[in-house]
């Protein structure tokens, strides 16, 4: 009952205020068709996509643009044990939840025993990376670790951090709404929610003093199209969107005040998926050469070009390392695989030739080689239009090599779930951009994490690669690390379970006529994307200050 008077008396402080008293940022997140009122930050499908870092404020943030540096936020410190094998952070103090209590080492220990208990809620398989954990005051946490890690502060951050005294008592985790969560972040009251726009204002006990924005509201938009519009007309103030043509479409419009700033980021790549229930295309997606003709097939530099108006850097590297990775890419692995990487239609009608590859029942396209018929979907989600195009392309290529491929287009939420449960036959995907190719990597190709995350959709797995990772995280040295690195893209380009095509720039368009302290290229002191998996969009938020 308290809790409801709270919130009330919250809503109606907000309403009350004339407009011009708050600040509020408007936002394009995601795309959605309505908007569905779930906050529960292990969901990786529902939730709306302003839950993570905005109401649940990570322990540390690590940045990508600063040389991976640590910013603290929950946490002050941490401390890593000279055999790599605990790690102890320490929170600040006089922390509170958004209701007031008080947030302590206890909420941290009982947020992964929790999903100890829940393991469907542990959407990075954590469990696998730790053996326990410890509230060693009310301030200090400390972790063992399952083997030792010289990345382990950079892993345990990835997961937020619940109050204890709000979901101890939740009988059905998975399912929980969490429709007025109980936050750490900047951002965690819901003052309005409608299927067409919802706000999402200022934790009346947030810690950070560097916080200027009052709320961020969020209208709902259906597709680029829609996105388009609202950009073009000035009403969002930070975007995440594929704008076509942007220069004349977008910042022409308003030069003073609209910009944008696109800086390489996530590899996108195609992918089969090797456990799909229909099993004459199982037989084609497990063999090598079916998925490297395949990936001969593509055009990617049309798909940059034409889909992407150039934004996006090709990424002809079976490995995936791209332009983000170019450090640690091995030249001996182009040398011995890059022709995989590449578009070339000729080669990749003669590799499936030479595989056995053939129509042979007359309908003019190929089949297996023991003759049953191989027909395939390539999912991607419906507002994505860029991705539409490029799946598009893929099609036209794929069939113009005989392969009878077309193209399936459902909500973003559906083909999320088909990811992550294996409920498809073929997909366009991206990894999470970090420091190093490592955490790509261990998001796609760990086995612990199928079934967790649409990242490990291709059904790919490799004890070799899984073992090379984990020698990775046993060392801190960078010699040592990119040894272990070249032995794993080298396995990876070999095998080529997914098909790079392009890395995406990290979409990001700002309007500077209500706020300052925007990311720019002449000062990228932060990622600056509002999207989902880049937990550096908090420090961005609190950068920003209204103009007036």
């Known amino acids: 009952m308290k809790k409801s008077i709270l919130w009330a008396a919250t809503a109606l402080t907000l309403f009350a205020a004339p407009a011009m008293a708050q600040s509020i940022l408007t936002v394009n997140i995601e795309p959605a068709t309505t908007w569905v009122r779930n906050f529960n930050p292990f969901n990786q499908t529902s939730a709306r996509q302003s839950t993570l870092d905005f109401i649940y404020e990570p322990l540390v943030v690590f940045n990508r643009f600063d040389d991976n540096k640590p910013v603290f936020r929950l946490a002050e410190s941490f401390k890593l044990a000279d055999d790599l094998k605990s790690i102890e952070f320490k929170l600040r103090p006089n922390l509170k939840w958004s209701d007031g209590k008080p947030l302590t080492a206890a909420d941290v220990k009982f947020t992964y025993d929790y999903l100890k208990k829940f393991p469907a809620l542990d959407f990075v398989s954590i469990w696998t990376f730790i053996t326990g954990v410890e509230a060693v005051d009310g301030q200090t946490v400390r972790f063992t670790l399952a083997n030792p890690s010289s990345l382990a502060a950079e892993q345990l951050a990835q997961l937020p951090i619940v109050p204890e005294h709000v979901w101890k008592d939740v009988a059905e985790p998975v399912t929980f709404a969490n429709e007025t969560p109980v936050g750490s972040g900047p951002m965690t009251e819901i003052p309005r929610f409608t299927g067409q ?52 479409v977008y910042v022409a419009k308003d030069p ?31 063999d090598v050469k079916f998925r490297r003709a395949a990936s001969m097939a593509l055009d990617r530099g049309t798909m940059v070009d034409v889909a992407g ?40 009608k003669a590799l499936l030739d030479e595989a056995g590859y053939v129509d042979k029942d007359g309908d003019g396209f190929r089949d297996n080689p023991d003759g049953s018929k191989i027909s395939f979907s390539i999912i991607v989600p419906s ?34 779930g088909n990811l992550i449960n294996g409920t498809f036959d073929a997909a366009i995907n991206s990894l999470p951009a970090s420091a190093s190719p490592y955490y790509p990597y261990k998001r796609a190709f760990s086995a612990s994490d199928k079934g967790k995350t649409r990242f490990t959709a291709q059904r790919w797995f490799n004890d070799d690669v899984e073992k090379l990772l984990t020698e990775f995280t046993h060392t801190a040295d960078l010699a040592k690390q990119k040894e272990a690195m070249n032995k794993a893209q080298r396995i990876v380009a070999e095998n080529l379970p997914m098909m790079p095509v392009f890395n995406n720039p990290n979409w990001y368009q700002y309007n500077t006529k209500r706020f300052k302290g925007w990311v720019t290229a002449e000062t990228p002191f932060v990622n600056p994307s509002i999207s989902r998996t880049n937990p550096a969009r908090l420090l961005h938020l609190l950068a920003l200050e209204p103009v007036n």
Not at 197 to 214: F, G, I
Not at 391 to 414: C, F, R, S
Request: proline fraction near 5%; glycine fraction near 6%.
């Open 309 to 348: 108006y150039g934004y996006p850097t090709l990424n002809e590297d079976p490995a995936g390392m791209g332009e983000l990775y170019k450090s640690w890419a091995d030249p001996s692995v182009a040398t011995d695989f890059g022709t995989y990487g590449k578009y070339d239609a000729d080669a990749s």
């Open 256 to 286: 003073e005040h609209f910009h944008f700033w696109y800086s390489p980021s996530s590899m996108v790549a195609f992918l089969f998926n090797q456990e799909t229930a229909n099993e004459n295309n199982r037989k084609a997606f497990n």
């Open 197 to 248: 726009t919802y706000d999402q204002c200022r934790n009346p006990h947030y810690w950070d003093a560097a916080l200027k924005v009052d709320c961020m509201r969020f209208p709902q938009l259906a597709d680029n199209n829609q996105i388009l519009t609202a950009t073009a007309s000035g009403t969002l103030d930070w975007g995440v969107s594929f704008i076509p043509d942007i220069e004349n």
């Open 383 to 416: 507002s994505w239009t860029d991705w539409i195009d490029t799946v598009t392309i893929a099609v036209e290529g794929l069939q113009a090599v005989g392969l009878d491929a077309k193209i399936e287009t459902p909500e973003e939420a559906v083909w999320t």
